[in-house]
């Protein structure tokens, strides 16, 4: 159920994506406590096992709604798995992608990419498609990581973003990632 693309974090690893260090280092309520509310409408790239995702369907609530994208069918499979543990009602929708084509519709409120861009095939064609899911007074927040990602392949990455029709808003203080906020030009 993995994906042959050897830039894609294989479900073989996604242990080392949900645990309790990590919850620790990168608690999702602090890094998404700025962007999601109550009521709003999410997409979450590149999900992986669903580290983040739990927590932003609490924090939508029923009201909200949060899909949840990755191009692993293995992935999603552990999401799945969480939210019917967990015994919560939580409105989350999981999506399988294509590599190069995220297929979801409708417009968000947020969209967050967790350690994804940098794994994203064409970034070009993935910005251009994400400005139409996008509300016009929408925010993304991507984190990449310290390793695999350079200054400069992050800042060739906002070239793309801004040419797709994104400015920057902010630039979040994550050491050692690299993180920006984006919006609607
Ligand atoms: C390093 S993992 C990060 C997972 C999660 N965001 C987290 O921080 O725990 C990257 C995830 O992005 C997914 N991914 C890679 N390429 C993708 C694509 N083209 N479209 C959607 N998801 C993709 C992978 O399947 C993997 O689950």
Redesign the pocket.
Known sequence: MS?D?P?????E??GS??NRI?RWL?NPQKILGPYVRESMEVL?????????TMDMGRMVGKSGRVVA????EG?LQKVKEKISLSGEELNIELHK????R?GVSGEFDFV?????VH???DQES?FRELVSLVRKDGRILI?E?PMHVSKQAFDEMLDIASKAGFVVLDRPKMFPNKAVVLGKD
């Open positions: 994906n693309n830039n894609v974090c294989p479900v690893k996604s994506l949900d990590r990168q979450e790239i590149g999900c992986g096992p669903g580290f983040f994208v990755d191009l692993q992935m992608c294509e590599s190069e995220i967050f990419l967790f350690y994804v794994e994203l095939p993935f984190v990581p």
